[in-house]
Every structure is written in structure tokens, then in C-alpha cells.
Nanobody, 123 residues
Framework: VQLQASGGGLVQAGGSLRLSCAAS????????MGWFRQAPGKEREFVAA????????YYADSVKGRFTVSRDNAKNMVYLQMNSLKPEDTAVYYC?????????????????WGQGTLVTVSS
């Protein structure tokens, strides 16, 4: 499975961005998908996850109520809608795929990773 994340950029605090992740390869529509982020000098952390059919979603407490993860299996796309952005959301955001069909929340549970897209939120 190959993953390509896009949609990052510079935005003011309070603004919105939508990240996209294009998946290709072997049956990506059956994989659970997740978004992680990594700020400079920090470890990669979980942001959001969605099961293969979109029936289950999970969010980190820090983004709950502001971010929404969704997927379109017909297009092999996963999205992360980010609203009310804060400077502490600044990071490189990665999409990832897991062979587990549910919504996984740990880095080690994921089998495939995209290259990352930078989100910078100015105060």
C-alpha cells in the first residue's frame, strides 16, 4: 500500500485545513487508517483513526471536537478536517494504514506510512 498525504500549509490560529491521504496498492479500502503528527523534538503522536468502513473513529483528547476523520473507499481517500487550529497543532502530519480493519491508535499497529505534510499554525 502506498500513501500520499497532502493539504498542509500555513494557517492562522482559529483557521481550518483539510488534509487528504490518497491510498493505492493492494485493497487499501479494507485497511484501518490513521493520522499521526510529529512536532520538532517530539515523538510521533496519535491524532485520529478510522475503521475500514468508517463505522468507528477515535481521536486524541487534544483534537476531539475540532478534528474530524473520514474516508471515501470508492476513491481510496482518507481526510482529516481540522478546525479551530491552535499553534500547538503545528507538526508534520502523517497518514498511515493498518492491516487491522478497526481503528488503531498506536504507532506500532500501523504497517504503511505516507511521507507527511507540514501544518504550521501561526498565533
Amino acid at each position: 500500500v502506498q500513501l500520499q498525504a497532502s493539504g498542509g500549509g500555513l494557517v492562522q490560529a482559529g483557521g481550518s485545513l483539510r488534509l487528504s491521504c490518497a491510498a493505492s496498492g493492494r485493497t487499501p479500502s479494507y485497511y484501518g487508517m490513521g493520522w499521526f503528527r510529529q512536532a520538532p523534538g517530539k515523538e510521533r503522536e496519535f491524532v485520529a483513526a478510522i475503521s475500514w468502513n468508517g463505522g468507528s473513529t477515535y481521536y486524541a483528547d487534544s483534537v476531539k471536537g475540532r478534528f474530524t476523520v473520514s474516508r471515501d473507499n470508492a476513491k481510496n481517500m482518507v481526510y482529516l478536517q481540522m478546525n479551530s487550529l491552535k499553534p500547538e497543532d503545528t507538526a508534520v502530519y502523517y497518514c498511515a494504514a493498518t492491516k487491522y480493519t478497526g481503528a488503531a491508535m498506536r504507532v506500532y499497529e500501523y504497517d504503511y506510512w505516507g511521507q507527511g505534510t507540514l501544518v504550521t499554525v501561526s498565533s
